[in-house]
């Protein structure tokens, strides 16, 4: 089965949304996209290109699901926080390594074995704590600062294609996909 357009674009806009949240996006997303090809046929335009033009206008889709998520992002705008999203899933994988080089240089300085697997436990904690704060506060002042949100000249070319339908695995119950 070959995935359309906008078949890619909304799978694109789904993947940003919870999954309560899923099945009306894509009825209304269709919906939208369906009615603006249709009014772009009418007035001349080849289906290919009123397809594009439309998914154009609508811009980024991921941008365009933060708008429909069912959560608040009142702090970072919904232009900023996919990319936020991302980076603090990046930094939640630096303390575990800090830890367990750590416990690894405590253990092999001689400390007893339950010594060397708490005490790093100070240092993980609070290097996770810092490490979100400081990215959050990274984010807000990127959007704070930036007067003009562009779409970055997002275009349907940057469209992935559409992943099959596969059932859900546990990296989606763990990190929000």
């Known amino acids: ?7 890619r674009y909304v799978a694109a806009a789904l993947r940003h949304v919870s999954c309560r949240a899923r099945p009306q996006l894509e009825r209304e997303l269709r919906a939208v996209i369906t009615s603006e090809i249709a009014e772009r046929t009418a007035l001349g335009e080849s289906t290919c290109e ?3 033009a439309t998914l154009g206008d609508l811009g980024d889709p991921r941008l365009l699901a933060t708008h429909y998520a069912d959560r608040a992002t009142v702090l970072i705008s919904p232009e900023t ?9 990046w930094a939640v994988a630096v303390p575990p ?6 416990a690894l240089a405590r253990r092999g300085r001689g400390a007893s074995p339950s010594a060397a697997l708490v005490e790093p436990l100070r240092l993980a904690l609070t290097m996770a704590a810092s490490l979100a704060v400081a990215v ?6 990127v959007d704070r600062v930036r007067a003009d949100r562009p779409d970055g000249g997002w275009t349907p070319d940057a469209l992935l294609p559409a992943p099959a339908r ?4 546990h990296r989606q119950l763990i990190f929000f996909p």
Do not use: G, K
Not at 97 to 102: C, E, G, L, M, S
Not at 166 to 169: A, L, N, Y
């Open 50 to 52: 009123a397809e594009y």
């Open 1 to 7: 089965m070959i995935a359309t357009l906008t078949d």
């Open 81 to 89: 926080y996919p990319d936020y999203a991302r980076a603090l899933r």
């Open 166 to 169: 596969t059932r859900t695995d």
């Open 97 to 102: 390594v800090a830890y367990t080089a750590a």
């Open 136 to 141: 959050t506060a990274w984010f807000v002042l």
